[in-house]
């Protein structure tokens, strides 16, 4: 596709469930990245990919995130036993690697935790 | 980690006027990037600055980078309904991994006709 691509736009989930995000980055584009942004709290960095390296995870905020990127592309963002503050809209990004160089962001997906 | 502050927090201007908002680092910038996220929408990029001192322009949006004070500001000219939005700094996070932003908690811009 011409841009960054997120799955599912929107996700309503119960307390204690498990969640899948899927970002599928622009073709071509080495890194790519997930922020998290709550209301009131600004975007927040969560990972980020560069080609094959391993990821940098110093910015998951415990250890039920984490995060895969198969084949250097897809990435999917998963939140085991979720719980009402992970509510917040979780932004896809993916860029040429360059450094520094100009971020490509999806239209997010919009997870809320009842 | 660098902490950045956007001011103001909000803003309503009416179409035609001018305004600026400012992006204030705790640390040294060595580049700033800004960008507009329209609601309910992924981020869209505006510019990039990154020597002191440096200015550039998009349309009737201008943003200038003082390395001295640390500080970054967007001006924009004529303000347009289509101007709304939310508008967020981002810096070099540093991460040791490579390079990744840390942005500000943006600034929510509303244009009345």
């Known amino acids: 596709g011409a841009g960054v691509s997120q799955s599912p736009s929107n996700k309503v989930t119960e307390k204690g469930k498990d969640v899948e995000l899927r970002c599928d980055p622009i073709?071509?584009?080495?890194?790519l990245y997930w922020y998290r942004q709550s209301l009131g709290q600004g975007l927040e960095f969560l990972i980020y990919?560069?080609?094959?390296?391993?990821?940098?995870k110093s910015g998951l905020p415990s250890d039920r995130f984490s995060a895969e990127r198969t084949g250097g592309s897809v990435s999917t963002l998963t939140i085991q036993r979720t719980q009402q503050e992970d509510s917040a809209v979780y932004l896809c990004?993916?860029?040429?690697?360059?450094?520094?160089?100009?971020?490509?962001f999806g239209e997010g997906s919009r997870l809320t935790v009842l | 980690s660098q902490e950045l502050e956007q001011s103001p927090q909000s803003l309503i201007v009416q179409e035609g006027k001018n305004l600026t908002i400012n992006c204030t680092s705790s640390?040294?910038?060595?580049?700033l990037y800004w960008y507009k996220q329209k609601y309910g929408e992924g981020l869209i990029f505006l510019m990039m600055?990154?020597?002191?001192?440096e200015e550039k322009s998009h349309e009737k949006i201008t943003a200038k980078l003082d390395e001295k004070k640390q500080q970054s500001s967007l001006h924009i000219t004529a303000s347009q309904p289509s101007h709304a939005g939310i508008y967020l700094c981002?810096?070099?996070?540093?991460?040791?991994?490579?390079?990744?932003?840390?942005f500000g908690k943006g600034t929510s811009l509303l244009v009345t006709p």
């Open positions: 640390k040294t910038l060595y580049g």
């Open positions: 990004a993916s860029s040429l690697g360059t450094d520094p160089g100009e971020l490509f």
């Open positions: 600055l990154q020597k002191g001192g």
């Open positions: 073709s071509g584009h080495t890194a």
């Open positions: 990919f560069q080609g094959n390296s391993a990821p940098d």
């Open positions: 981002g810096a070099d996070i540093g991460l040791n991994s490579g390079y990744a932003l840390n």
